[in-house]
């Protein structure tokens, strides 16, 4: 990319792979690759706004949220951040055992995650005030931004509960590009 920032960019199934790199992160590169404007299905992704550009399904990488719950939990204090990794680990143990949900379990299950991010709200420490003539949004915690994800985007936390064909992470890709990475070092080592 002679120098410049590049996106390597990667849509999977359990059967095929796709790269690309681009020098886009978001929706440009997606119009480049031109995938997702065709796709029918749900896309499992990181949150990124540009994906919700498309009018599909989504599904928000779980691995992704527990990484940011651990952190809020063990560097921040904040309990409400554990006992949602729980209930987030509960759900997908119950569906490997049992499947997806009925729509009593399920609203029982959106109960508890409801619930768990009140109490994340209540556990938030008071917001320093925006400085009289400082443009933009006031300044807001790594916690509370992730409070207010999970709750604006809580069909799509959860969508692994709602479907059975929708995986909990994204990991797929994730192990893709390890692997890929795997590939060029031992072809450049060797």
Sequence with gaps: MEGKTGWLHVASTKDLTYYHVDEKRGKDAFEHIGILSEYKGTVIHDCLPSYFKYDISHGLCNAHILRELRYVSEEMNQPWA????????????????????????????ERNYKEILSRGKEQQPPSVPKQEGRRGREAKSKSLNLIERLEHHQESVLAFLRKK??????????????????????????
């Design 165 to 190: 064909e929708v995986p909990f992470t994204n990991n797929l890709n994730s192990r893709y590009i390890f692997d890929l990475h795997a590939i060029i070092l031992s072809n450049y080592c060797s």
């Design 82 to 109: 554990s006992e949602m990794s729980n209930l987030l680990k509960i759900g997908l143990s119950k569906k490997e055992e049992s499947g997806i949900p009925d729509a009593e379990e399920y609203a029982e299950y």
